[in-house]
Every structure is written in structure tokens, then in C-alpha cells.
């Protein structure tokens, strides 16, 4: 005499298709981080450039709080203006961004810096003669180091000379 369960092939195949699923989301979930969208990867990074070329910002579009990050600004020579023997690139940055995150560093460092309503001016000197440490080709590289310290996404826009790029990043813990 064999003890014969009811619904045992039901609860076999209700068990099998459960288990392909949670498979299938893992898996998933382990595609998307290695590929960046969790995280740093291949596809993480973005570039954004302003409508006339005068800056381009590559950033990460997935940052996690507290973990060093790099912003970087490309200014094209055609943002300076003269001042007195030297040019200067006057840089603005603006949004949500600049408020959610703790700079550890600017490099190189800006001639000047003061607060605008929400957010920061920075003039960098600019020599078009001068050796090309930060430079690629005539253009400004500007890198800013930083820590997010909120959650969520934040906005920021760069204003160079009149021309604006914004970008969108979002901070997991």
C-alpha cells in the first residue's frame, strides 16, 4: 500500500517555475552590476557636452554614498576671457548635485571660488602656452573628486561661458 499525495505534480511544477524565476532575477541582477548600472562597470559612465562645445562633463550615473567619485570638466579655450595678462574660464555649478556631495578635491586648483545661489563659481587661469599637464590638445580638464553624501538622485548643470550641460546622477547606499 503507497501513500498517494494529492496535487504533488501540481506543487512539482508550481516549485520548478518558482525556482527558474528567482533564477532568472538573479542573474539578471548580476548582469546589471557587472555591465555598471549598479555600480562602476563598462556602461556607467556619461558624457554630456554643452550645445556649443564650451564644456563637456563625464560623471558616473550611479554613485554610492560615501565612495570617492571623479567629475570631469572639459573646457574648450573659447570660454576664456581675457583678464589683465591672463585668460580665465569661469566655471558654475549648480543643483541638487553640488549640495549632495562632500568635494575632497580640485585639480587643478581654482584661482578663485565663491558662492552662488545654489551652488559654487570657480575661475580657473587659463594659459594656452603653459605646459600641458591638465591639458588635452587647447582644452581645460578640470577634475573634481568628491563623496556623495545624500541619497537619491541629484541634478547638477555646468555653466561655461554662457553654455550650460546638466547632468543626472543617482546615489545608492
Partial sequence: MALELRGTDTFRRREHVFTMFGLVVLLGIVAAASLGFLGKGPWSGQTVESGGGAVVVEHLRISHIETDDMLTLTLSPTAAEPDGENETIT??????????????????????EVLIPGGIRMEFAFDPEAEPQSRT????????????????????????GG????FRSFVLP
Fill in 137 to 160: 590638445t587647447d582644452s581645460l580638464q578640470v577634475f573634481i573628486q568628491f563623496r556623495a553624501q545624500e541619497l537619491g538622485e541629484l541634478d547638477g548643470t555646468v555653466t561655461v
Fill in 91 to 112: 566655471v558654475d555649478i549648480t543643483g541638487s548635485w553640488i549640495q549632495g556631495i562632500n568635494r575632497q578635491s580640485v585639480s587643478p586648483s581654482p584661482s578663485e
Fill in 163 to 166: 553654455e550650460s550641460a546638466s
